[in-house]
């Protein structure tokens, strides 16, 4: 008798039963999901730079620099755990081509360092660190090499291959392998000290990918274009309020113009690829850790609201949090790291969906597996799903009491394609449904914030897609106080007492007054009206009174516009305005991605009265501009 009921049980489910919605679009590689279900990972940048106070340093810089007692590695990496971060990427090499592991492709390397005697490896205490704290390990190496000779030729080509190769074999297993866009431009290259152009097929790529795919075969290897993940196009950690996971297929790397601005920013519902993006941010003003900037950590505002613009829309967030020149983070980047987690886990700690239950009218043939109870299930892996038909289902959640929320999470199956276009939240408000949140895409997932509102029942619906949506879960929570906002960014404020005592471009352009007027939105411009003002130009500042200072702040034009963007300067101060003494001349960091203020601290504090500023090149276009300059004292 059991056996024929049985039997009659599974023939009622088997004709209850639907198949899934077909595939749509691009999917997503077993690596790929293993990388967006990271979400939230760390980025060090540390090297010769950290001791130099550059961004980008020449590639002429001593290994003896490198003098520290202890790389605090593990510190670094149980922080990290506690902050939520999935994993730790270590720049095993930067521009300036010194690399942190003791390798065998050239001598600009950390055996050359007094750390260890000789004997350190820190991208080995990076990885070796991760692993005990259970988190992922990932590396960036730069293709640019500012110290190697062979740079710009053959020879190089096989030297940089090595170097991935060595780093793919030696240090386990690795979630992510990071390629900077930066290529070519001035160098020391081995004594040559010149410029050094490239192709864009110059680096080995082919070969490249197909050594980490065999060494690394679940390593995301992230470019501007791909192949696995792409760069978000900028440095501000923002994807769009707009991000489709998928995106339409150009050579991945090197940079191409596919890849460029909005494209990045944005993604494409045409897309032929699947290539979520990662949102690259600093939690300091520069990418290498900078005494000055120890004031200037992102706080809980500015965190919070990168983290909802990036994890938020879909996409995955890579935070630097660069170690000082003791090898361990900063206290201040360490608090602010363990604010930002108290504040999201007090908000993700209760979910005001758990009891609750749902309601709706579609789901695909009479499959329970496809109801809208997926949606309250806290499983990824169940989803809702209609006909195919039903491109604009709806779903009503009742939850059982007044409940008061300010933020909502909605997933996508992701597995199956990326369909949503929109959706929108209501919430039964004296009698009637109020809209209250509405937004675009979804993809991994997306979280909105909106004024609080106190209900018993919200609807969820789907305002359009590409396919029937397969929708894996919805959640509401409370977002505590305090962190709601834009991002921060310093105070500027007028200089009382400043005054420009000369100007190269004296009657032209416009007024080097606008460099020092505390306001961002104008600006110094060499370029009248007649033509421009090849560089280099200069402006002079009395500042009023004799004063100590430790450096200087630049902040490039803030009107979306390259033109005389300044990314090469000198700096010199005096005492009476005759006898000057130069006290900086390097380059900025990557203005061109990263438009942001730039702090550069002189190697010893300075007494100045008067300073002078020389633009000595720019990005684009042949004249100079600043937006403001001013002082770190």
């Known amino acids: 008798m059991r056996t024929l009921f049985t039997f009659l049980c599974a023939l009622i489910v088997s004709a209850q039963a639907a198949e899934p919605p077909a595939p749509f679009g691009p999917l997503p590689s077993a690596r790929q999901v293993a990388w967006m279900d990271t979400e939230f990972y760390g980025f060090l940048h540390f090297g010769l730079n950290t001791y130099t106070g550059k961004e980008w340093g020449y590639g002429d810089e001593s290994p003896s620099l490198l003098n520290l007692k202890n790389f605090d590695a593990e510190t670094m990496a149980r922080e990290a755990k506690a902050a939520g971060m999935g994993g730790l990427i270590v720049v095993a090499k930067h521009h300036d081509g010194f690399c942190l592991w003791p390798t065998d492709t050239t001598p600009h390397n950390i055996r050359l360092a007094p750390y260890k005697n000789g004997k350190g490896d820190i991208v080995g205490e990076v990885a070796a660190a991760c692993r005990k704290y259970g988190i992922k390990f990932g590396i960036y190496v730069s293709p640019w090499d500012r110290n190697n000779p062979g740079y710009g030729r053959d020879d190089y080509k096989k030297t940089y291959l090595a170097q991935v190769t060595e780093l793919t074999e030696r240090y386990g297993d690795a979630f992510m392998m990071w390629f900077d866009g930066a290529n070519g431009g001035d160098g020391y290259y081995g004594g040559a000290r010149e410029t050094r152009k490239i192709p864009k097929d110059y680096y080995p790529w082919d070969a490249i990918r197909a050594r980490i795919r065999d060494k690394q075969p679940m390593a995301s290897v992230f470019g501007d274009g791909g192949p696995d993940v792409r760069w978000v196009g900028n440095e501000r950690g923002i994807a769009g309020e707009t991000c489709w996971t998928v995106t339409q297929a150009g050579s991945g790397i090197p940079a191409d113009p596919e890849y460029t601005g909005e494209k990045l920013n944005r993604g494409s519902p045409k897309g032929n690829v699947w290539r979520p993006a990662e949102c690259d941010v600093s939690i300091r003003p520069g990418w290498f850790y900078h005494a000055a900037e120890d004031g200037r950590v992102k706080d809980l505002k500015a965190l919070s609201n990168i983290y909802f613009c990036s994890v938020g829309r879909g996409q995955g967030l890579n935070l630097n949090v660069p170690p000082n020149k003791n090898g361990e983070w900063h206290p201040n980047d360490i608090a602010a790291l363990r604010t930002l987690r108290a504040h999201l886990d007090a908000m993700f700690s209760a979910n005001l969906t758990n009891g609750a239950t749902v309601s709706s009218t579609v789901m695909r043939g009479k499959d329970t597996r496809f109801s809208a109870n997926a949606l309250l299930d806290n499983n990824r892996d169940t989803y809702w799903c209609g006909d195919d038909k039903d491109l604009k289902p709806t779903a009503e959640i009742n939850l059982s009491k ?228 001013g002082l770190i004292e």
């Open 402 to 629: 007044d409940s008061t929320f300010n933020v909502l999470r909605v997933r996508e199956f992701t597995q199956l394609g990326q369909r949503v276009e929109s959706f929108a939240l209501d919430a039964w408000v004296n009698g009637e449904w109020i809209e209250v949140a509405a937004a675009t895409t979804v993809g991994n997932q997306r979280l909105l914030r909106f004024p609080a509102v106190t209900t018993q029942k919200v609807r969820l619906r789907i305002t359009g897609s590409l396919a029937v949506p397969c929708l894996s879960e919805f959640q509401l929570f409370m977002e505590p106080e305090g962190a709601r906002g834009p991002e921060a960014s310093a105070a500027l404020r007028k200089n009382s007492g400043w005054k420009i005592t000369g100007s190269s471009n004296e009657g032209k352009g416009s007024s080097a007054e606008s460099a020092i007027d505390g306001n961002s939105a104008t600006l110094w411009q060499t370029h009248p009206a007649s033509g421009e003002l090849n560089p280099p130009q200069w402006f002079t500042v009395d500042t009023g009174k004799a004063r100590t200072a430790k450096g200087f702040f630049y902040i490039p034009r803030q009107d979306n516009c390259l033109h005389g963007m300044t990314d090469r300067y000198r700096f010199e101060v005096s005492m009476d305005g005759k006898n000057w003494t130069q006290v900086a001349e390097a380059e900025f960091g990557n203005l061109r991605a990263n438009p942001q203020q730039q702090s550069i601290t002189f190697p010893t504090p300075v007494e100045l009265r008067h300073f002078r500023f020389t633009g000595l090149h720019a990005l684009e276009k042949n004249h100079i501009t600043v937006a403001e300059l």
